[in-house]
């Protein structure tokens, strides 16, 4: 029988996040600290949107690229909340979740053999999808010593005449680490210098604990070299709701458009009924939940400095990203014992890029109790590893 697989498709390796959460779910007694979903609902008054949706028989499908109402919120929040402006009929699109975006922007904008700079470890969809529009990722390896952060250096050693565009995911998954002004200027003068694009992913930009999110969007001359991607999974705990959103130039949009019409028709009106209001009225949820993430951050970084096991302070999103080098092992035998004997589930530093080796992400996309009994549980195994090392 002829074969009737992708060679493409078969050679991408499944999700690294996903085989312990498989295994969790079916272990007694087991913590997963492994999955990036709040822990909190969606706020009453969001759902309340989505339910009266329903109730008013809006179940049709709205124009491909989105609910007016909804692009026109979009716009506006990202004027008050990172100083760009958009035109909602032009240069707004509403997809499934910023993953469709992703997606659709790679293959909107990609050419085959074209270079797409993916800086790692970073959030585990950019790679797979950079192989699946027949581009060639080019992996930068981000390092401790720089906190995870993206330098000019790095991106313009990176560059070559087949490079098209630099994917910048921060504030980052799994590593926490945030860009500020300074960096993302260095790095867009380089940008600029080398005539490429930028697909950023600011799908933590809520979640920001050392000042307020910047956009490279903001910076001088790059509004016009950025697709910039959001949601609402992270920031409104919608993570069910399936909705994600991308602003960039028109011809770019237009081409994302297209894809999206063919694939997908329009992302679910329910949902974007629900996050009209979250963009409306959303804000003070947003800054509570914030305030909660921040709060057991703090925890987690006392806890580890307390067993002696070394993390930079990670200053966005809901994750930190333990060494764990000292024990000698691959961060993937550090995870299968640590889940097999005292039944906490975390994810190999790998499964977001060879650079995660001798990692671990941790999300605290938890409760404070369930935190704590997980890290009680890590300093059990983390002491039972010194003993053994001698």
């Known amino acids: 029988m002829r ?31 492994g999955v990036g979903e709040p822990d909190f609902d969606t706020p009453w008054h969001i759902r309340d949107e989505g339910i009266y949706s329903l109730e008013k028989g809006r179940t049709f499908y709205t124009s491909n690229a989105g609910l007016k ?21 032009t240069e707004t699109i509403v997809t499934v979740g910023g993953s469709e975006a992703i997606d659709i922007a790679l293959r909107a904008m990609i050419n085959p053999g074209e270079e797409v700079i993916i800086p790692q470890p970073s959030y585990v969809s950019y790679e797979p999808c950079a192989i699946l529009c027949d581009a060639v990722p080019v992996i930068i390896n981000l ?26 995911p921060f504030p980052n998954n799994p590593t926490g680490a945030i860009m500020e002004k300074e960096d993302l200027e260095a790095i867009a003068e380089v940008i600029r210098e080398k005539d490429i694009f930028v697909i950023s992913d600011e799908i ?13 969007a903001s910076l001088p001359g790059m509004q016009e070299r950025t697709i910039l991607i959001n949601g ?3 920031a409104y705990a919608m993570t069910g709701w399936r909705l994600g959103y991308a602003c960039g ?51 987690l970084l006392h806890a580890f400095k ?39 589930a975390v994810v190999p530093g790998t499964a977001f890029g060879d650079s995660g080796e001798g990692f671990l992400r941790i999300s605290y996309a938890y409760s404070l109790d369930n935190l704590r009994e997980a890290i009680g549980r890590l300093a059990i195994f983390v002491g039972r590893l010194k003993k053994e090392k001698g």
């Open 3 to 33: 074969n009737p697989l992708s060679d493409k498709v078969v050679e991408i390796k499944p999700s690294g996040i996903r085989k312990f959460f498989d295994i969790v779910s079916e272990m007694k007694d087991a913590i997963s600290l």
């Open 69 to 89: 109402e909804l692009k026109i919120e979009i716009c506006n929040y990202l004027r008050r909340r990172i100083g760009v402006e958009y035109d909602y009929h």
């Open 143 to 168: 390092k401790a010593e720089n906190d995870f952060r993206l330098t000019a250096r790095e991106l313009r050693e990176a560059i070559t005449e087949k490079t098209k565009i630099l994917i910048l």
């Open 204 to 216: 933590y930009s809520e979640l920001s604990y050392k000042g307020d999110h910047v956009s490279i």
């Open 232 to 234: 609402f999974s992270k």
């Open 249 to 299: 130039p028109k011809s770019i949009i237009e081409q994302m458009i297209k894809i999206h019409q063919f694939a997908i028709m329009c992302a679910p009106t329910t949902s974007q009924y629900a996050a009209v209001e979250a963009l409306r009225n959303g804000d003070e949820d947003v800054a509570m939940m914030r305030e909660s993430y921040d709060q057991r951050r703090r925890y």
């Open 306 to 344: 307390e067993m002696g096991l070394p993390c930079f302070e990670p200053y966005g999103a809901f994750y930190v990203f333990p060494c764990i080098k000292e024990f000698g092992m691959t961060s993937e035998e550090f995870a299968t014992r640590f889940l097999e004997e005292e039944k906490v």
